[in-house]
């Protein structure tokens, strides 16, 4: 079992930074591959990042390479999300993934990421 709880969203002009946290409760942790995912006002659900559980590997999504760097810390039992260049088409919900699949039954309650033009 794991709960996750995400933190670090806010209001950002075009072409700023921001960090999202994910934390995670429970021992398995280390044991999963983390994702981030993001669900824009009207849109379906959609994979933003992914990252192994050991963080040698990671994966994006090809509207963010580049800009966003996913890792963590598994003494902290915590995966980021540094977001930089920022643009208006990345407002949405961004939600922490435990699994790194829509599939996955372990995702975070979400945080809100708003980017103004």
């Known amino acids: 079992q794991v709960q996750l709880v995400e933190s670090g969203g806010g209001l950002v002009q075009a072409g700023g930074s921001l960090r999202l946290s994910c934390a995670a409760s429970?021992?398995?942790?280390?044991?999963?591959?983390m994702g981030w995912f993001r669900q824009a006002p009207g849109k379906e659900r959609e994979f933003v990042a992914r990252?192994?559980?050991?963080?040698?590997?990671?994966t994006y999504t090809d509207s963010v390479k580049g800009r966003f760097t996913i890792s963590r810390d598994n003494a902290k039992n915590t995966v980021y999300l540094q977001m930089n260049s920022l643009k208006p088409e990345d407002t949405a919900v961004y939600y922490c993934?435990?699994?790194?699949?829509?599939?996955?039954?372990?995702w975070g309650q979400g945080t809100q990421v708003t980017v103004s033009s």
């Open positions: 990252i192994d559980w050991s963080g040698s590997s990671t």
């Open positions: 993934n435990a699994g790194a699949s829509m599939k996955s039954r372990y």
């Open positions: 429970g021992r398995t942790f280390s044991s999963y591959a």
